[in-house]
DNA sequence: GCACTTGCTTGCAAAATGCAAGTGCTTGCT
DNA sequence: AGCAAGCACTTGCATTTTGCAAGCAAGTGC
């Protein structure tokens, strides 16, 4: 096993909440996760590791492991392929959006321009909310498409 | 040294924006130096090492670099004692302030909660316009006495 | 001159990461 | 039924990054 699982229960090295949020999401990675999972409708692993960052099977399942655990994340198997699985944001997980759009806009005010976001930019500076209902609506479809037998996320 | 210096001009390894934020911002420290400049009017190295995260020197001292690299921090010694360094956010570093906001937000919201943190907690969801500008006026004073003779910041 | 502070650097052990190659389960095809 | 292929990982190992303790030069206070 790559690292142990870092439950938030564990004992804080800081009484500070921003380093708290830090030991969860304060890495290279997980919130790379969170990005595919929210704005760009993935829930596969295959689907992950195909993201333009190329991220280490080990790592992949490392992050998996911590989102799971943490509560961020779910998952089910797919319900046409048992050996497909499928996983989705919580709204604990959900819920980490206005950090990543804060982190969108400041890129989008400081970083060379990238064409491939520049979608997500602009929706972002427009209308936030708009974006916001538009994105959790998207992924409530597809909740009540995969998840109708359950009462998760 | 620990770590080559990574400039935002540097190769990037993803055209998406959150991953290059998080190339700059991505780790459990780069964030920690921010909130101690922005929210405890931290300004010299021996500060940063008193935080309860107990960074390490090395680290300290790459970081400390890093952020300057990227523009995000300005030193200067400190008038007063040659042997001392002053450092500031810049407004580029001060942006980040919604995304740190965003954290405190969701730490609140999920995670144990911390004395030590409550103040900022209360302020951030009372008014959290009015803490920004509160602390941007504090570090505006700040500046006033130590960067008069500068352009910077 | 001398002890002390300050902002680092250095050396080394431990941990995290990246890469390539498996492993075991399921599935589709024949 | 048999077999190749897909899928979600795991494993081993080299490289990189961290963490800790110790040092060190430049300045300051006496």
Redesign the interface.
């Known amino acids: 096993m790559t690292a142990k699982a870092a439950t938030?229960k564990s004992i804080?090295?800081?009484?500070?909440?921003?380093?708290?949020?830090?030991?969860i999401i304060?890495?290279?990675w997980t919130?790379?996760l969170v990005?595919d999972l929210l704005f760009f409708n993935k829930h596969e692993y295959k689907e992950f590791l195909a993201?333009?960052?190329?991220i280490a099977t080990n790592i992949l399942a490392d992050r998996l492991k911590k989102l799971l655990n943490e509560g961020l994340v779910g998952e089910i198997i797919h319900p046409e392929n048992k050996s497909r699985k499928l996983y989705y944001l919580t709204s604990?997980g959900k819920?980490?959006m206005?950090?990543?759009l804060?982190?969108?806009?400041?890129?989008?005010?400081?970083?060379?321009e990238?064409?491939?976001?520049k979608l997500?930019?602009e929706r972002v500076k427009n209308d936030p909310e708009l974006l916001k209902t538009q994105v959790l609506d998207s992924l409530e479809q597809w909740e009540k498409q995969m998840l109708k037998a359950n009462g998760t996320a």
Chains 1, 2 share one sequence.
Request: hydrophobic share 40%; aromatic share 6%.
């Open positions: 938030s804080q090295r800081s009484p500070c909440v921003v380093s708290n949020v830090l030991e304060g890495d290279r919130l790379l990005r993201s333009p960052e190329n604990k819920d980490l206005p950090i990543l804060e982190m969108v806009k400041w890129g989008a005010a400081y970083l060379p990238t064409k491939e976001m997500i930019f």
